[in-house]
């Protein structure tokens, strides 16, 4: 029984680590496709603080992060946009850099160019997620090795 839940938790593990690989490429690929956006100044127009935690009880860590809301305007209309659970926080009416879609002005980010540092960090990431599944499936805890007697059956 306990092989079936190590197998499971395996499998559960190599999906994670799928997931993560995927989505670092996803995101960098999207940030590629932004590299030629136009940058404009934005200003924040609303600040929410939050407390954002990770881990169990025992071991829980939390930060502060800040849920921004900006406005910039493009040929003359203004735009809002937001940036969600960063760490860097901002005060209204203070200005910052974005960029946004030149074919639909309403599409913005904050992310000004490729973070090959974020993909790095989720393929490694998705690796070692990988690795440990693999690791609970073909090498379980209490697996019989070859040449050791099996006295269950005695």
């Known amino acids: 029984m306990m092989k079936k839940i190590l197998a499971f938790a395996g499998v559960l593990f190599c999906m994670w680590g799928c997931y993560?690989?995927?989505?670092?490429?996803?995101?960098?690929?999207?940030?590629?496709?932004?590299?030629?956006?136009p940058v404009t100044d934005?200003?924040?127009?609303?600040?929410?603080?939050?407390?954002?935690?990770?881990g169990g009880r025992r071991h829980?860590?939390?930060?502060?992060?800040y849920d921004i809301t900006y406005e910039y305007t493009v040929g003359?209309?203004?735009?809002?946009?937001?940036?969600?659970?960063?760490?860097?926080?901002?005060?209204i009416g203070e200005s910052?850099?974005?960029?946004?879609?030149?074919?639909?002005?309403?599409?913005?980010t904050d992310i000004l160019s490729p973070q090959p540092?974020?993909?790095?960090?989720?393929?490694?990431?998705?690796?070692?997620?990988?690795a440990i599944g693999a690791w609970a499936i073909v090498f379980p805890p209490g697996r019989k090795r070859k040449g050791e007697p099996d006295f269950t059956t005695l």
Do not use: H
């Not at 609303?46 to 935690?53: D, G, N, P």
């Not at 969600?84 to 005060?91: D, F, L, N, R, Y």
């Open 96 to 108: 910052f850099s974005i960029k946004y879609d030149p074919k639909v002005p309403s599409v913005s």
């Open 60 to 65: 829980s860590s939390s930060r502060w992060v």
């Open 20 to 37: 993560c690989i995927y989505f670092g490429f996803a995101n960098y690929q999207m940030q590629q496709s932004q590299k030629d956006w």
């Open 42 to 54: 934005a200003a924040a127009i609303s600040v929410e603080r939050r407390r954002e935690s990770s």
């Open 76 to 91: 003359g209309t203004v735009y809002t946009g937001e940036i969600i659970g960063t760490v860097s926080q901002k005060e």
């Open 117 to 130: 540092d974020a993909l790095a960090a989720n393929l490694l990431g998705g690796l070692f997620f990988l």
